[in-house]
């Protein structure tokens, strides 16, 4: 079995991943944002979890009771007690998945991870080791004929901006010059910090005029995945802000 086996919950499953080779690039953040979205959305939504760290798998231990509630899957650390198909399976009325996958991914791993997803997508920092490693990353994707014959769809968002910086200038002609769509740009914000700790999506925090902001973006993002699916006007408020 794959090292990067994803089960098919139903005909209906739609498989979104969360990719770059580099660590440190904000993939947790925006997989969990992304399952958000999707459970906000009345999708049946599931968040497997590869990386080791299991950042994802903390966000979601932190939600306790909240709603939507988002199936977690640790694909990280292989259970000796289990065979891996069941310590993968997802429930059968799954329609969403969202991958947060591990840094290093190369060669026949990305392949085949690819492979079993609908869309890909790549996460950037507007800083210059990140976009040489984007570059490279990208290039990768660009040069393989598995990959491009997969039909996988991938987009790229720009994560941790600081807008009216040099080097975002620098990540602005880098994205502008990719073959895949830039679609959204992420800011540097506490906000994301603050949700993560209490188990929330960006989309679920006070809805104040960064925060609108951002929202803005997440639709981009997710009309770009499948369609304006956004569910609501503004983003809902957690009981925690009365």
């Not at 198909?85 to 996958?101: A, G, H, K, N, Y």
């Not at 960064?210 to 408020?237: F, H, K, T, Y």
Request: charged share 20%; hydrophobic share 45%; glycine share 8%.
């Amino acid at each position: 079995m794959s090292i990067y086996y994803i089960p098919g919950a139903s005909a209906a499953s739609f498989k979104v991943a969360v990719l770059n080779s580099k660590g440190g690039c904000g993939k947790s953040m925006i997989a969990s944002n992304l399952a958000c979205w999707y459970g906000i959305a009345g999708f049946d939504t599931a968040i497997i979890d590869f990386d080791p760290q299991g950042s994802a798998l903390r966000w979601l231990a932190q939600r306790r009771s909240r709603t939507p509630t988002i199936h977690g899957v640790n694909g990280g650390h292989r259970q000796k007690t289990v065979t891996r198909s069941w310590q993968m399976r997802l429930p059968r009325e799954t329609e969403r998945v969202v991958i947060d996958t591990p840094a290093g991914v190369r060669g026949f791993e990305l392949t085949d991870l690819i492979g079993q997803c609908d869309v890909i997508v790549i996460p950037v920092l507007p800083s210059d080791a990140d976009i040489h490693a984007g570059a490279s990353f990208i290039a990768d994707l660009l040069l393989d004929a598995r990959i491009r014959s997969a039909g996988t769809r991938v987009v790229v968002v720009a994560n941790r901006v600081k807008a009216n910086t040099r080097i975002y200038a620098s990540l602005q002609r880098f994205l502008d010059r990719l073959e895949f769509p830039f679609v959204a740009q992420f800011s540097d914000i506490q906000t994301y910090i603050q949700a993560a700790q209490q188990g929330l999506g960006i989309c679920e925090m006070r809805p104040d005029a960064l925060v609108r902001r951002e929202v803005a973006q997440w639709r981009q993002l997710l009309a770009s995945l499948e369609g304006d699916i956004a569910p609501m006007d503004e983003p809902r408020s957690p009981a925690a802000f009365g």
